[in-house]
């Protein structure tokens, strides 16, 4: 392969993206959803033009980290701190509703089990690969209909934050409970998620005061989201890397801590120019690009369109419903649980664990890609569907 192959590749994903994109906003249809439909038409599952690269997957990662970078600069501080305690039981209530909608599943196709065998262990595994949540999609769709900021899209936001640190720790205790785990004990889980969030909160005070001062000193010049943005890379990092959570997790929390920083909005403009262009448009092409179905047989399919319909359907579950009890009103508890539907990134690592400690077979890689495609195509497009009736 020729070693500049990545500009044909970068060429034909963002012409077929925003191709694609512009159609389905004829339609109706948000511009997400039509990139990811690029994605699938040009990767191996239609006509192969495009196959997923490293380079590609590094292109994708550093869109969703923009993207969610984006979203912390955009949160309403006063609403997030309102949405603290309802997000975190949403959440709570948005991984047990799916873990044991996914486990009783795949045992319903595949013979039930006492709780310790393989089998029971493999469906306890694939639930813990349902009740992964990826924001990302759900953030584009609600900054696309302009209610990012909103009560309901900053409690989508939070607790889906909190959901993937809920997935590591549960993911830490199933892959302990298998006997085949070389991962930390869950105590050392949780003591990283709390050094890392006190560390983020108590070092993001000075980071805001550095952040005013050079604001201040140079308003509206490129200096301030340039710095801006090295420090979102950094958080992302650190997280990733020394703390064992999602990189873009570390990105939203550098975003709300400089969310209220005078050029806020001018940061976020000038953030987007590039994600818009290039980095998002390769990571929603890329989630069509990863689908392929060379592996179907009729049972396999039957299974995977049920664990599809049953991860959907548990979030709005688990989400909306612990969202009504906290004071949301239907069409508001329903628009949680929808945009808690998405799954990408979160649901991708942890079926790569599974696979690596033998938890899971390569072929159940081919359910989990066809749930991450069909949900971030659905949420978008029910999302918009629910705030146009209102």
Request: aromatic fraction near 10%; charged fraction near 15%.
């Amino acid at each position: 392969m020729s070693n500049v192959q990545y500009l044909f590749d970068l060429a034909v994903i963002l012409f077929t993206a925003k191709l694609f994109s512009i159609i389905g906003k004829k339609f109706g249809i948000p511009e997400v959803v039509g990139e990811i439909l690029a994605g699938l038409v040009i990767g191996s599952a239609v006509l192969g033009i495009v196959v997923e690269s490293e380079f590609l997957r590094i292109m994708a990662e550093l869109g969703v980290i923009m993207l969610m970078f984006e979203a912390g600069l955009g949160t309403n501080l006063q609403e997030l701190k309102k949405s603290g305690l309802k997000a975190t039981l949403i959440a709570c209530s948005g991984v047990i509703v799916p873990l044991i909608m996914g486990t009783v599943l795949f045992m319903s196709f595949y013979g039930f089990d006492e709780p310790g065998s393989e089998r029971f262990m493999r469906g306890l595994f694939l639930g813990t690969i349902m009740s992964a949540t990826s924001v990302s999609i759900t953030v584009a769709a609600l900054k696309e209909l302009g209610k990012l900021s909103e009560t309901v899209g900053t409690t989508i936001v939070s607790a889906a934050i909190i959901d993937d640190v809920l997935g590591i720790i549960l993911l830490t205790i199933v892959t302990g409970l298998s006997g085949q785990s070389e991962s930390e004990s869950v105590l050392t889980v949780l003591l990283k998620v709390v050094i890392f969030f006190a560390g983020a909160i108590a070092t993001g005070f000075v980071v805001y005061k550095v952040m005013s001062w050079l604001d201040g000193r140079y308003s509206h010049h490129r200096r301030v989201p340039i710095t801006s943005l090295c420090y979102c890379f950094l958080l992302a990092y650190l997280a990733e890397t020394y703390f064992g959570i999602a990189d873009i997790t570390g990105a939203y929390v550098a975003g709300v801590i400089l969310c209220n920083i005078a050029d806020r909005d001018y940061i976020e403009r000038r953030i987007d120019i590039s994600s818009y262009m290039i980095f998002a448009p390769v990571f929603f092409a890329g989630i069509g690009l990863k689908t392929s179905f060379a592996a179907m047989d009729t049972r396999f399919l039957m299974f995977s369109i049920c664990f599809v319909i049953v991860a959907l359907v548990s979030k709005v579950i688990g989400c909306g419903i612990c969202a009504k009890f906290m004071g949301f009103n239907t069409g508001d508890s329903l628009k949680v649980g929808t945009g808690m539907m998405t799954r990408g990134e979160v649901a991708l690592i942890t079926a790569q664990k599974g696979l690596l400690l033998g938890l899971l077979t390569a072929d159940y890689f081919t359910a989990v890609i066809l749930m991450i495609l069909v949900s971030s195509i659905v949420t978008p497009i029910c999302l918009k569907k629910q705030y146009s009736n209102v």
